[in-house]
């Protein structure tokens, strides 16, 4: 378990699972493997081994690791593997068993996730209803790129695309208007989202119209968006973020190059067209993750050290690279906090200080795209992220301006990001 871990937690999945099926051949019924297999298969998208491994789990466990709150993590686990599948009703139902019968302190976003995916009860999510595939311009490229949209028929107002972010959110006062309304509230994570105030809350979109596509029936968090229209965009009225979990129902492409996002059903027939177009193009694909909820992560470096996952968060605005205080320094990278400047995120204002990379390479061996003098940024707090919060190590984020001379899609079915 020793080996199985540690190369987990270095971020070396393979190798750590390689492990694993090897030891679970003699004990096929250790509940701790088949929960560590099932995980690193969600990781790999794999949601029908994650299923079998999990339900092995289930069967296998002890007594005292069926009932709450010893339960709790693991029953966490699988509601976020039928989320991923968008089996909501089980997911509520796992969100529930996992929140136990308080609801309250460190589980509340727990059970308020229940709440919010019972909303969907009668309302099966994510049905596309349109083209096939729509082309949406940017009405910006910089600082990101920002598209317009519609929710629930109203005008058409600036989203932000963010891989950073989840499904979609809306700030709370454009939420008002159009009357969405949210279940509970609670405090905006300190050191997962840049800025560390604010409050959450969770509600159904009925529809989203981007481009000439209609989304119905979509999960949303709904927060004060402020901060983030007046220090990132300079006061350009921003309503709404679209994250990865909205992008995954999609083969999509954010076009940088092009200035456009294109969204394509995500269907046999769509995949052969992209990538019959794609086998005529130079490009290159790189092997990614989807951690926990919408969390891509690939294998990378900058400088020629610190090789291991770099999350791939495409809403750091105007710069390509960010890392802990504690990465850069022991990799050589000076660092002047005599010229700090005020930013944003989902959590607040954040301040922090540009930094050059001379290199950042995405990907490994002979299937990697790397950037030289890339603008990196370093926050006065380092995110939790950096604290094997996740349980391995990530060694810095990949951002925008890295990704501005391609178009990067994104495809969840063969766990590819390709730059093209």
């Not at 901060?227 to 994250?243: A, H, N, Q, W």
Request: negative net charge; glycine residues 10%.
């Amino acid at each position: 378990m020793n080996k199985a871990d540690c190369a987990f937690i270095c971020g070396n999945f393979e190798e750590s699972e390689a492990i694993l099926l090897e030891w679970v051949e003699s004990e096929p019924t250790n509940a701790e493997l088949l929960k560590k297999l099932g995980m690193i298969a969600l990781w790999k998208n794999d949601l029908q081994r994650a299923e079998d491994y999990f339900q092995k789990a289930v069967e296998s466990r002890s007594l005292i690791d069926a009932v709450w709150p010893f339960n709790a993590e693991f029953n966490n686990l699988i509601a976020l593997m039928h989320l991923r599948a968008d089996r909501f009703n089980d997911s509520a139902r796992f969100y529930g068993m996992a929140s136990g019968p308080f609801g309250i302190g460190f589980i509340k976003e727990t059970y308020l996730r229940q709440k919010q995916l019972s909303l969907f009860e009668n309302a099966p999510p994510y049905i596309i209803e349109g083209e096939d595939v729509t082309d949406i311009d940017f009405v910006i490229l910089d600082p990101l790129p920002v598209v317009k949209a519609r929710i629930n028929g109203s005008e058409p107002v600036n989203f932000v695309i963010d891989t950073g972010g989840d499904d979609v959110f809306i700030d709370k006062d454009f939420a008002r208007e159009i009357n969405v309304d949210g279940v509970g509230k609670v405090p905006v994570a300190s050191g997962v989202f840049a800025g560390n105030k604010g409050a959450m809350c969770f509600a159904k979109i009925d529809a989203l119209d981007v481009g000439d596509m209609r989304i119905n029936n979509i999960p949303a968090t709904i927060t004060d968006l402020q901060p983030i229209e007046s220090l990132v965009f300079d006061g350009m009225p921003v309503k709404g973020i679209i994250g990865t979990r909205f992008l995954m129902h999609f083969l999509p492409t954010i076009d940088y190059k092009n200035k456009k996002l294109v969204l394509r059903r995500a269907t046999d027939g769509n995949r052969k067209r992209f990538f019959d177009c794609l086998s005529s193009t130079i490009c290159e694909s790189i092997p990614f993750y989807l951690v926990h909820s919408h969390l891509m992560f690939a294998q990378g470096s900058f400088n020629g050290k610190n090789k291991g996952l770099y999350l791939i968060d495409t809403g750091l605005a105007d710069a390509g690279f960010l890392s802990s205080q504690t990465v850069l320094k022991k990799s050589g990278v000076a660092m002047d906090w005599s010229k700090p400047f005020t930013g944003a995120g989902i959590g607040g204002s954040v301040k922090g200080i540009h930094v050059n990379i001379d290199e950042v390479a995405l990907g490994r061996g002979g299937h990697k795209v790397i950037s030289k003098n890339v603008k990196g940024v370093v926050l006065e707090k380092d995110l939790s992220l950096f604290d094997e919060t996740l349980g391995f190590i990530v060694n810095g984020l990949i951002s925008h301006q890295f990704f501005r001379d391609y178009a990067l899609t994104l495809d969840f079915k063969g766990m590819l990001l390709i730059l093209h």
